[in-house]
């Protein structure tokens, strides 16, 4: 069997090398396409490290532009590289634009498309990456959905056949690698465990309004009078708090740069919670067991806040949120149990 997986952003990237392994355990051939949405060649972080990430058999190479210039460039290449490999199956990860260009080419081919990650469901539907979502599982012949809810989505628009709870690949990832999470920002700055509030800041919605940003940082500093509160900030954030003159919200902070992934998770097993808008940390402050607040409207992994183990908040009631005394039992089992690659590889080779 031939899959061809088509990736275009790092943790599409981080997800098709997990698997990758288990397709070279089974013999199945995999060809690799990078659409070049999002890719440095000379990344050397942890994953490409650990994972033995390969190059690309193709690079696309359609770089930046808007939605329908991206989109357009990547079905256009796509499709001279689907005529030329024959693929029995194409493989497509999460929701950006790559995601829906491949799907969309493969589809029109009459190429079974499988899509991992599949199901999952966010407000506002206007936002681009849940166009993506929602178009891609219309047009799959197989899906591979993170957790029950997902299933439950797909249900309720019509999809039954074919989909499967298989679990999150990430979570496969992250018990592979804890093992080898790092402390060493934890004893640098003296910390306690279960005893500090671990934050990220970056999504544009939050730190690009100087209202918005003001009340989230003074909910934060309202918090360090309590716990203390690591925050390593990220660039774009760092530049807003400058360019408003927001400084003086982040003194009693505990403000570091950017820390590596090892790191990050190390700060993560050992803090009381976690406050963030990144969309990955949600779920693996959740694989440590560790409660997030999460500063959206509404997030992708809705069954975390239905489980009631996260939260959402926003910039009016942040801090309440954070100091909520909260009491829920652990959900386990929410993303599956970390064979999320066997069984995606085992129904490829069933299909």
Same mark, same amino acid.
């Not at 003086?248 to 190390?266: C, Q």
């Not at 959740?286 to 997030?292: I, S």
């Given at each position: 069997?031939?899959?061809?997986?088509?990736?275009?952003?790092?943790?599409?990237?981080?997800?098709?090398?997990?698997?990758?392994?288990?397709?070279?355990?089974?013999?199945?051939?995999?060809?690799?396409?990078?659409?070049?949405?999002?890719?440095?060649?000379?990344?050397?972080?942890? =994953? =490409?490290?650990?994972?033995?990430?390969?190059?690309?058999?193709?690079?696309?190479?359609?770089?930046?532009?808007?939605?329908?210039?991206?989109?357009?460039?990547?079905?256009?290449? =796509?499709?001279?590289?689907?005529?030329?490999?024959?693929?029995?199956?194409?493989?497509?990860?999460?929701?950006?634009?790559?995601?829906?260009?491949?799907?969309?080419?493969?589809?029109?081919?009459?190429?079974?498309?499988?899509?991992?990650?599949?199901?999952?469901?966010?407000?506002?539907?206007?936002?681009?990456?849940?166009?993506?979502?929602?178009?891609?599982?219309?047009?799959?012949?197989?899906? @591979?959905?993170?957790?029950?809810?997902?299933?439950?989505?797909?249900?309720?628009?019509?999809?039954?056949?074919?989909?499967?709870?298989? !679990? &999150?690949?990430?979570?496969?990832? /992250?018990?592979?690698?804890?093992?080898? /999470?790092?402390?060493?920002?934890?004893?640098?700055?003296?910390?306690?465990?279960?005893?500090?509030?671990?934050?990220?800041?970056?999504?544009? @919605?939050?730190?690009?309004?100087?209202?918005?940003l003001e009340k989230i940082l003074s909910h934060l500093?309202?918090?360090?009078?309590?716990?203390?509160?690591? /925050?390593?900030?990220?660039?774009?954030?760092?530049?807003?708090?400058? $360019? @408003? !003159?927001? $400084?003086?919200?982040?003194?009693?902070?505990?403000?570091?740069?950017?820390?590596?992934?090892?790191?990050?998770?190390?700060?993560?097993?050992?803090?009381?919670?976690?406050?963030?808008?990144?969309?990955?940390?949600?779920?693996?402050?959740? /694989?440590?067991?560790?409660?997030? *607040?999460? *500063?959206?409207?509404?997030?992708?992994?809705?069954?975390?806040? $239905?489980?009631?183990?996260?939260?959402?908040?926003?910039?009016e009631n942040l801090f309440d949120v954070v100091m909520?005394? &909260?009491?829920?039992?652990?959900?386990?089992?929410?993303?599956?149990?970390?064979?999320?690659?066997?069984?995606?590889?085992?129904?490829?080779?069933?299909?």
């Amino acid at each position: 069997m031939k899959v061809l997986s088509l990736v275009g952003a790092r943790p599409q990237i981080i997800k098709e090398a997990v698997l990758h392994r288990r397709f070279k355990e089974k013999e199945i051939k995999e060809v690799l396409v990078h659409s070049g949405q999002h890719y440095d060649y000379n990344m050397s972080d942890v =994953f =490409f490290e650990v994972l033995q990430i390969r190059k690309p058999d193709y690079n696309l190479n359609v770089g930046s532009g808007t939605h329908a210039e991206m989109t357009g460039k990547i079905m256009i290449e =796509f499709e001279k590289v689907l005529l030329k490999e024959k693929p029995d199956l194409v493989l497509v990860y999460g929701d950006t634009n790559t995601t829906l260009a491949g799907a969309l080419v493969a589809a029109k081919l009459k190429i079974p498309v499988a899509h991992v990650e599949a199901g999952i469901r966010q407000k506002p539907k206007d936002m681009p990456e849940e166009i993506n979502r929602v178009v891609t599982d219309h047009v799959s012949q197989i899906l @591979f959905c993170p957790s029950e809810l997902a299933v439950e989505n797909l249900r309720k628009e019509g999809i039954t056949e074919e989909v499967y709870f298989v !679990g &999150d690949v990430m979570y496969d990832l /992250f018990l592979e690698m804890e093992d080898r /999470f790092r402390y060493d920002v934890f004893e640098e700055l003296n910390l306690k465990e279960n005893d500090y509030l671990l934050v990220t800041l970056h999504r544009d @919605f939050n730190v690009d309004d100087p209202v918005k940003l003001e009340k989230i940082l003074s909910h934060l500093k309202k918090v360090s009078r309590e716990k203390r509160v690591v /925050f390593p900030i990220h660039p774009r954030t760092k530049r807003r708090v400058r $360019e @408003f !003159g927001l $400084e003086r919200l982040l003194e009693g902070l505990e403000v570091i740069d950017p820390v590596d992934y090892l790191n990050l998770m190390g700060l993560v097993k050992r803090c009381w919670k976690v406050v963030t808008d990144s969309g990955g940390l949600q779920k693996e402050a959740y /694989f440590a067991r560790k409660q997030a *607040v999460v *500063v959206m409207l509404d997030t992708g992994w809705r069954e975390l806040v $239905e489980a009631g183990w996260n939260r959402l908040a926003d910039e009016e009631n942040l801090f309440d949120v954070v100091m909520k005394d &909260d009491k829920t039992n652990y959900p386990k089992n929410l993303y599956g149990n970390g064979d999320a690659c066997e069984k995606i590889t085992e129904i490829i080779l069933q299909s």
